[in-house]
């Protein structure tokens, strides 16, 4: 490397350290020149011939001139003015050598993650190279080599390489399909393409959540080709390990088109040309390995080439149809005719239920119009044979709508994963027609039978038919008809006529339908392509660019306005603008992307379009959403009274006589309030009745509420850029944080240690003159990082501040109530018995209500002859709300299931702590966790802590962040949650992580 730098520092005036970067067949160098300028040293083969250099130099200064700000390198210039020299190396052969500009970022097989938004781009890039180079000659373009894909035919010759009988058989279908297509690729025109983008020819650059495409490189396989090989080069690389191919597919051909359209024509080619330049890969490398038997790089490197040939047998029609949709153009040729055709004819077809449906009512099922199922994620046959029943009207049909997101798809069939917050269809794609059983169906215009079959598995489509039709201009198109009498099997076969008005089949009822109430299933289709098998009546919300495209609108066939069937959910969008216009800017929204939430059941929530979502946050539901019986005492007290403490009523002390029996028996008085807020507020006021002082001490970073006094006590709040800062009647102690706290888990006496703290508090409030009215604190800390003490903390703070005169007071609205598993309160794990203990949020689950238990001692003190009231606090309906809750806990075992969900979590959690860096704490108890992200040097991960709270919604699993620097995630999901639920956020946490390693930091690349 000397003999080169030495070389650089005298012919382009350059002096750079050289590091040797890995290539096929040259010598590469990075050169750091120390100036935080980066060069390239190309030293070419001997026997490399000067046209390929110059073919790509060329190329290069015709892009940066046509294109001036697309990321590829320049050539830098020898001080003589040439673009190229010939050196003599060690051993005095004769190089060609060049040098280009260093672009920043990693090979993008190196980078993570590989969204839909990433691929767009190096589609744009990818598009933007190709336009440039358009109009570029060279007269060795036109190259005859093995890597030009309109000459990828060649690897049929030398099948016999392939061993396995299977793999060659794939191999010589996707020749077959090559040489189908190699007519009309003939007939395209040709340019220069790049010919190379493969996943390390692509460089990255950006920190994490803000990737983007910072290099084009590579030129040295240039040729002369239609431009959809270049693209189809580019595909054949992104899709391996690619979870989801179609969907990158698609990101990048939408990306190309917007800079550089394709024709529709040249779209149908990219399958089978992808295909064929993997087995042109394959084929290559195993040719090389039998030369080079010794180098297991070659067999290594085929194998995700042939992972994905093996395992993604795409249908090339359905693949094209897609493609063709994400670029605005026909999902097939003729569907902009059919279309037209449709429309001129609107009006004119038969009535599909023998009568004009123009006045007839609709009836929404969608997500936020419909409770439809009660259970989103199973509905059992009896229900879904009543779906409808609130708009049966005597037998009148009523519509139900096209392009309506609904939640009554609850099988395994319309879920697209393993679990229950994987990704699922729901967007029906056809309209609905809502009559009694055995009403007949007429077919709106002439057909032939396509298929005619009974699908009777549970929620299909029973009787099913679908007719094909032609246009006058000879253009096909399909109609489905399901949930029908599967009679019609014994009259209708595929190929049989079916006139316009014909009377061809009826309504089915639930034992012959699917388990449906009855009604028809209508819908068009422009292609049957990949769809003959299993037609979808639902789309994935986030494919419905697709589905529009196959499926559109079948009003015009029913004679009707598209706008009457058309459901449009709410605009998140326009929500989320009015809720800026007329809310507080400092009320918060969670995820950078924020979620519009219409349902909930247990620890699953749905949005307006019917995506699900694992919670794994919110503790405020307790026992879980949407909890039946919850709703039905809710339900039955609105329908008696609801009134307050100043009447008698048994649900009042029904509830007290509930929590009472959970606690020790010093506690013997309860307050009921609204909220944790108001609890809290009402706790100061019951410690300084009873003791006549004001001071509190309390650790920093607590929350105890947004009212006036609950901030003065939660430095949280008060310590914020903007806040009021400390009262001078509050003192505050360091978190008991063993983790990264004054005190670690290697001193076996830190619990006494941070304990200890309190005395200096203590002394300064008495300093001042406040005295100690007493000591608050969430028992294990929540947004101070989800801390777990060190046990005996707080018994020895209790005996301190009790010493002192003042009164202890446990919040428990995150931590009581059966969340932690082993205990049904925090302070029991601490071995101490509180003065008071506040319960807030989950005690309502969603309902708001908060509770002040305290000492009869206590509360006589508070009894001062002024009354205290709070008008909802109390009231009937809260009370047997709150005591629902208290009872679901024990019915249905759910402290226990905290005990055994949260041993399974922090086990699992634990491999990741030992599998990645970033991962520097778990901690937790029952469903009470957090893990501590952190930098190389232990500070506070802040940005990786929001990176991965925002790449775990993008994965449908909802989780908080909590900490002084907001590095923890908190998981506080329901106490419903269940093991494969668990299971689902560790996997994807350890995607995530495995992320972050890979993404974190743009590091040196190490190929070129």
């Not at 299909?460 to 198109?477: A, C, K, N, S």
């Not at 989320?576 to 909930?600: C, E, Q, W």
């Not at 903390?793 to 931590?815: M, S």
């Amino acid at each position: 490397m000397d003999h080169w730098a030495l070389a650089l520092q005298a012919n382009w005036g350059i002096t750079a350290q050289l590091r040797r970067l890995d290539g096929e067949y040259d010598l590469n160098f990075l050169a750091g020149s120390g100036n935080g300028v980066g060069y390239v040293v190309k030293v070419m083969r001997p026997d490399c011939e000067e046209w390929l250099v110059a073919l790509q130099i060329q190329a290069m200064d015709y892009i940066h001139a046509a294109d001036p700000t697309l990321p590829s390198p320049r050539v830098i210039a020898a001080a003589s003015g040439a673009k190229f020299l010939r050196l003599a190396d060690e051993t005095g052969v004769e190089r060609l050598v060049w040098v280009i500009e260093e672009l920043p970022g990693k090979c993008y097989a190196l980078s993570a993650p590989k969204s839909a938004a990433l691929i767009y781009e190096v589609g744009q890039v990818l598009g933007r190279a190709a336009k440039a180079l358009k109009d570029f000659q060279h007269p060795q373009l036109d190259r005859d080599f093995k890597w030009n894909l309109m000459q990828a035919g060649w690897f049929a010759a030398e099948l016999d390489c392939i061993s396995d009988p299977v793999r060659k058989a794939l191999l010589d279908r996707i020749h077959t399909e090559f040489e189908v297509i190699k007519p009309a690729l003939d007939a395209l025109p040709k340019q220069a393409i790049h010919n190379d983008a493969n996943d390390y020819n692509i460089l990255i650059t950006g920190k994490l959540g803000a990737p983007t495409v910072s290099g084009l490189i590579d030129f040295g396989d240039m040729c002369s080709a239609p431009r959809i090989c270049d693209l189809a080069i580019a595909a054949a690389y992104l899709v391996l390990d690619h979870p989801t191919p179609e969907i990158a597919l698609a990101a990048l051909v939408a990306g190309y088109q917007t800079v550089y359209p394709l024709t529709a024509q040249e779209i149908d080619l990219l399958w089978p040309l992808l295909r064929a330049r993997l087995a042109v890969s394959v084929v290559n490398s195993t040719m090389m390995a039998t030369e080079n038997p010794a180098d297991p790089y070659v067999t290594i490197s085929q194998a995700p080439a042939w992972d994905f040939l093996e395992s993604h047998d795409l249908h090339g029609g359905l693949l094209s149809a897609r493609l063709r949709a994400a670029c605005a153009l026909p999902v097939v040729d003729g569907a902009d005719r059919i279309m037209r055709w449709l429309e001129t004819e609107r009006g004119s077809f038969a009535p599909l239920v023998g009568e004009d449906l123009s006045d007839t009512p609709m009836g929404s099922l969608s997500v936020e119009s419909s409770t439809w199922p009660q259970n989103p994620l199973h509905m059992p046959l009896e229900e879904a044979a009543r779906v409808g029943e609130e708009f049966e009207d005597n037998g009148r049909i009523w519509l139900g709508y096209y392009h309506e997101p609904r939640l009554i798809y609850t099988d395994k069939a319309f879920r697209k994963g393993p679990w229950k917050a994987s990704d699922r269809r729901t967007v029906h794609l056809a309209v609905d027609a809502f009559a009694p059983a055995g009403t007949p169906m007429y077919a709106p215009l002439q057909g032939v039978v396509f298929v005619a079959e009974n699908r009777d598995t549970h929620l299909d489509y029973g009787g099913v038919i679908i007719l094909r039709h032609q246009t006058p201009q000879g253009d096909l198109f399909y109609t489905l008809y399901g949930h029908l009498d599967p009679e019609f099997l014994d009259r209708l076969k595929p190929g049989d006529v079916v006139k316009k008005g014909e009377k061809f089949c009826r309504l089915g009822d639930p034992t012959m339908n699917g388990g449906w109430a009855p009604h028809v299933h209508f819908q068009l289709a422009l292609t049957t392509q990949g769809i003959e098998a299993d037609w979808p009546g639902v789309g994935d919300p986030d494919e419905m660019y697709l589905w529009r495209a196959v499926c559109p609108n079948p009003a015009a066939l029913l004679n009707l306005p598209d706008d009457k069937v058309r459901y449009y959910p709410t605009d998140k969008g326009e929500i989320l603008d009015k809720r800026r216009a007329h809310f507080g800017g400092n009320l918060s929204l969670t995820y950078t992307d924020p979620i519009m939430l219409v349902r909930g059941w247990k620890h699953h929530l749905f949005d307006e379009w019917g995506r699900p979502y694992l919670d794994a946050y919110n503790n405020v539901p307790h026992v879980g959403h949407a909890h039946p019986r919850i709703q039905a005492v809710a339900a039955d007290q609105l329908k008696r009274i609801n009134s307050n403490t100043r009447y008698l009523h048994p649900a009042q002390t029904a509830f007290a006589d509930k929590i009472l029996s959970k606690l020790p028996e010093t506690f013997q008085v309860c307050y009921f309030v609204n909220s944790g807020t108001e609890a809290n507020e009402l706790a100061l006021r019951l410690a300084r009745a009873h003791t006549g002082a004001k001071g509190m001490v309390t650790p920093d970073h607590g929350y105890h509420g947004n009212s006036t006094g609950a901030v003065a006590i939660s430095a949280y709040k008060f310590n914020k850029p903007g806040g009021v800062g400390k009262a001078d009647w509050v003192e505050l102690v360091d978190v008991a944080d063993d983790y990264r706290g004054a005190f670690r888990r290697d001193d076996p006496e830190r619990a006494q240690k941070f304990a200890d703290l309190i005395d200096p508090a203590i002394s300064a409030l008495k300093g001042r003159g406040h005295g100690l009215a007493g000591f608050i604190a969430e028992t294990f800390p929540s947004v101070g990082g989800q801390i777990i003490p060190p046990q005996g903390y707080l018994a020895a703070v209790y005996q301190k501040i009790r010493a002192a005169g003042g009164v202890c007071i446990a919040d428990e609205v995150q931590t009581g109530l059966g969340r932690l598993g082993e205990y049904y309160f925090g302070f029991e794990h601490q071995g101490a018995v509180p003065d008071i203990v506040v319960l807030g949020k989950p005690i309502g689950n969603g309902h708001p209500l908060g509770v002040v238990v305290t000492s009869k001692a206590i509360a006589e003190s508070f009894d001062n002859g002024i009354e205290f009231f709070s008008t909802f606090g109390g009231s009937t309906l809260s009370c047997r709300i709150g005591k629902a809750v208290l009872d679901i806990v024990d019915d249905e075992g759910l402290q226990d299931n905290a005990r055994l969900m949260g041993t399974q979590l922090i086990a699992e959690l634990q491999t990741l702590e030992a599998k990645y860096r970033c991962v520097g704490d778990v901690r937790g108890m029952g469903l009470f966790v957090g893990l501590e992200l952190i930098h190389s040097d232990g500070s506070e991960a802040t940005e990786i802590c929001s990176y991965i709270k925002n790449r775990m919604r993008d994965h449908r699993i909802l989780i908080g962040s909590e900490g002084p620097k907001d590095n923890i995630l908190k998981i506080r999901p329901p106490l419903t949650i269940e093991s494969a639920d668990v299971d689902m956020i560790v996997m994807v946490l350890d995607s995530i992580l495995a992320e972050v390693e890979m993404g974190a930091s743009d590091a040196p690349r190490d190929s070129l």
